[in-house]
């Protein structure tokens, strides 16, 4: 069992910059990839990116490639999300995920993902 506890959510300006943080609890949690993922209202939940085991390799979804920034910090079990130039279509509850996997440079199906924080809202202003 993982653990996920996301914070670091609130209002930005467009244009402004915010970091989320994922902390990683229980069972080897180091050994999984991780993934932030987000939902905005009347959408259905959509991949923003992902973090592999190792931190060496990292996946995006186009919307946020070259804005948004995915790293962690295995000593201290922790996933971020550095969000860069956000814009109003970035608003949403951003949630935290921990996929399984074999090998350090890969990641999960975008549906392969086990375990889930409760998500942080970021809302961002024009």
């Known amino acids: 069992q993982v653990q996920l506890v996301e914070s670091g959510g609130g209002l930005v300006q467009a244009g402004g910059s915010l970091r989320l943080s994922c902390a990683a609890s229980?069972?080897?949690?180091?050994?999984?990839?991780m993934g932030w993922f987000r939902r905005a209202p009347g959408k259905e939940r959509e991949f923003v990116a992902a973090i592999s085991r190792s931190g060496r390799s990292t996946d995006y979804a186009e919307s946020v490639q070259g804005r948004f920034t995915i790293s962690r910090d295995n000593a201290k079990n922790t996933v971020y999300l550095q969000m860069n130039s956000p814009n109003p279509g970035d608003t949403a509850v951003y949630y935290c995920?921990?996929?399984?996997?074999?090998?350090?440079?890969?990641?999960?199906?975008?549906?392969?993902?086990?375990?889930w924080g409760q998500g942080t809202q970021v809302t961002v202003s024009s």
């Open positions: 995920a921990a996929g399984p996997v074999l090998l350090p440079d890969m990641f999960p199906p975008r549906n392969g993902y086990n375990y």
């Open positions: 229980g069972r080897t949690s180091i050994l999984y990839a």
